[in-house]
């Protein structure tokens, strides 16, 4: 961790000696960047929202309505961004978002990222539409601490077998996105035919699970490929799934759980009443309903409803350390950042990554410090006024 809150110091370093960063300590510009790396279908699907956008923007509108209002003198030499959320040591309170298909943005995809996250301490937090399986991207994390994200699928079979293998390849908490049971009206995707799967990719953890394969009429091959990716298609996502369903996941399940796309207070306060351990107040980036909620405007009453009878994780729209510390000082225990770590991916594969998270890491740990903070928890609502 002391190699993460010195990484500024290593830049400046770097700078007395005229060593340029390969990529920009400016996050935000990695989409332009990436635009130009990627295919135009692979960056509309990492770039692209729900359909006009409005949601995607109005994420990153809410974190400009908040500033920051630093305090001085008051010993901030040494600082400790660390924290425990889901039952897992972190050095700071971030984690990589469930992010499907990574192969299509880096030949290495998951497998880098999850290099990446263990290499910085990171929890790295894997989706059920990965394009490697559970396995092989647990292989790659190595010691690194890992989650494993559930789309819960129709047949319950399937989903047990998902969380065993989860389990036995030492994912410590799970992750259920809530919230896209069915893919939404994305028109850069739609405008361009695009959506990996129907070619096979994003598909892994399905493919290779004894479950599908079963019903599928064996391992799937050059034979049975198409009728394999229509039985991933209709059994994906699960319209008719209620509250009492959590129970199921309890049974299946042995660590902590967090529902991901929760943005009604009532919805958290229910999750709480299920026995879940977390909620992750999220609105997937956009990529779901154009016209709801900024997810930032939905956390703080959420943080409200729960109180200290869960853990409250956000995300949707972090870009910037001090993007981590509004969404802190609103409540969140922890963030999760997807596309930034996508367009480093795209951009540099492992390393690409891995600069992203110590970009993020060293700014947020500034913004701490220059604001008068030792500790994340140190961080409240004081610290914020509102533009
Ligand atoms: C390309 C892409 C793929 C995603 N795939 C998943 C997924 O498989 N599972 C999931 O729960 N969320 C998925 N998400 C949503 C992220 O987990 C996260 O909620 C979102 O990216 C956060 O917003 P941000 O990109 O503004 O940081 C995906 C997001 C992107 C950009
Ligand atoms: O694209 C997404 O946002 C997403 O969550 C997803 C959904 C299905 C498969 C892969 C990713």
Same mark, same amino acid.
């Given at each position: 961790?002391?190699? $993460?809150?010195?990484?500024?110091?290593?830049?400046? +370093?770097?700078? !007395?000696?005229?060593?340029?960063?390969? !990529?920009?300590?400016? !996050?935000?510009?990695?989409?332009?960047?990436?635009?130009?790396? !990627?295919?135009?279908?692979?960056?509309?699907?990492?770039?692209?929202?729900?359909?006009?956008?409005?949601?995607?923007? #109005?994420?990153?509108?809410?974190?400009?309505?908040?500033?920051?209002?630093?305090?001085?003198?008051?010993?901030?030499?040494?600082?400790?961004?660390?924290?425990?959320?889901?039952?897992?040591?972190?050095?700071?309170?971030?984690? +990589?978002?469930?992010?499907?298909?990574?192969?299509?943005?880096?030949?290495?995809?998951?497998?880098?990222?999850?290099?990446?996250?263990?290499?910085?301490?990171?929890?790295?937090v894997l989706s059920t539409a990965s394009s490697f399986s559970i396995e092989e991207v647990a292989q790659a994390n190595g010691d690194g601490p890992r989650w494993y994200q559930l789309y819960w699928p129709k047949d319950r079979e399937l989903a047990v077998s998902f969380l065993e293998r989860a389990a036995a390849a030492g994912y410590t908490a799970l992750v259920v996105t809530l919230d896209t049971f069915a893919? #939404?009206?994305?028109?850069?995707?739609?405008?361009?035919?695009?959506?990996?799967?129907?070619?096979?990719?994003?598909?892994?953890?399905?493919?290779?699970?004894?479950?599908?394969?079963?019903?599928?009429?064996?391992?799937?091959?050059?034979?049975?490929?198409?009728?394999?990716?229509?039985?991933?298609? #209709?059994?994906?996502?699960?319209?008719?799934?209620?509250?009492?369903? +959590?129970?199921?996941?309890?049974?299946?399940?042995? *660590?902590?759980?967090?529902?991901?796309?929760?943005?009604?207070?009532?919805?958290?306060?229910?999750?709480?009443?299920?026995?879940?351990?977390?909620?992750?107040?999220?609105?997937?980036?956009?990529?779901?309903?154009?016209?709801?909620?900024?997810?930032?405007?939905?956390?703080?009453?959420?943080?409200?409803?729960?109180?200290?009878?869960?853990?409250? $994780?956000?995300?949707? *729209?972090?870009?910037?350390?001090?993007?981590?510390?509004?969404?802190?000082?609103?409540?969140?225990?922890?963030?999760?950042?997807?596309?930034?770590?996508?367009?480093?991916?795209?951009?540099? *594969?492992?390393?690409?990554?891995?600069?992203?998270?110590?970009? +993020?890491?060293?700014?947020?740990? $500034?913004?701490?410090?220059?604001?008068?903070?030792?500790?994340?928890?140190?961080?409240?609502?004081?610290?914020?006024?509102?533009?």
């Amino acid at each position: 961790m002391s190699s $993460l809150a010195d990484f500024q110091n290593e830049i400046y +370093l770097r700078g !007395l000696g005229d060593v340029v960063p390969e !990529l920009p300590t400016d !996050l935000t510009r990695l989409e332009a960047l990436a635009e130009r790396r !990627l295919s135009a279908a692979a960056f509309g699907y990492v770039a692209g929202a729900a359909g006009s956008e409005a949601t995607a923007r #109005a994420n990153r509108e809410a974190f400009d309505r908040w500033r920051i209002v630093p305090r001085m003198l008051r010993d901030v030499a040494a600082r400790d961004l660390s924290v425990r959320v889901l039952g897992t040591p972190m050095p700071a309170p971030v984690a +990589l978002a469930p992010v499907g298909v990574q192969s299509i943005f880096h030949p290495d995809g998951e497998r880098a990222a999850a290099r990446a996250a263990a290499a910085t301490g990171l929890p790295y937090v894997l989706s059920t539409a990965s394009s490697f399986s559970i396995e092989e991207v647990a292989q790659a994390n190595g010691d690194g601490p890992r989650w494993y994200q559930l789309y819960w699928p129709k047949d319950r079979e399937l989903a047990v077998s998902f969380l065993e293998r989860a389990a036995a390849a030492g994912y410590t908490a799970l992750v259920v996105t809530l919230d896209t049971f069915a893919l #939404a009206w994305r028109p850069r995707d739609l405008d361009q035919a695009y959506l990996p799967f129907l070619r096979g990719i994003g598909v892994a953890n399905y493919f290779s699970d004894p479950v599908f394969q079963k019903a599928v009429g064996g391992p799937v091959t050059e034979a049975n490929r198409d009728a394999a990716i229509l039985h991933w298609a #209709a059994n994906f996502g699960n319209p008719s799934l209620t509250w009492d369903d +959590l129970v199921f996941l309890r049974e299946h399940w042995h *660590g902590p759980i967090a529902l991901k796309g929760i943005q009604h207070p009532d919805d958290a306060r229910r999750a709480v009443d299920a026995g879940m351990d977390g909620v992750i107040v999220s609105n997937h980036g956009g990529r779901q309903i154009d016209g709801a909620v900024a997810s930032l405007d939905a956390l703080p009453p959420v943080v409200e409803a729960v109180r200290d009878q869960a853990e409250v $994780l956000f995300d949707s *729209g972090v870009r910037t350390g001090g993007d981590i510390a509004k969404a802190l000082a609103l409540g969140a225990k922890a963030v999760l950042v997807g596309r930034p770590f996508v367009y480093g991916l795209a951009l540099g *594969g492992e390393a690409g990554v891995t600069h992203v998270l110590r970009c +993020l890491l060293a700014e947020l740990d $500034l913004t701490l410090m220059l604001s008068g903070h030792a500790r994340v928890a140190d961080l409240g609502p004081a610290l914020l006024v509102s533009a």
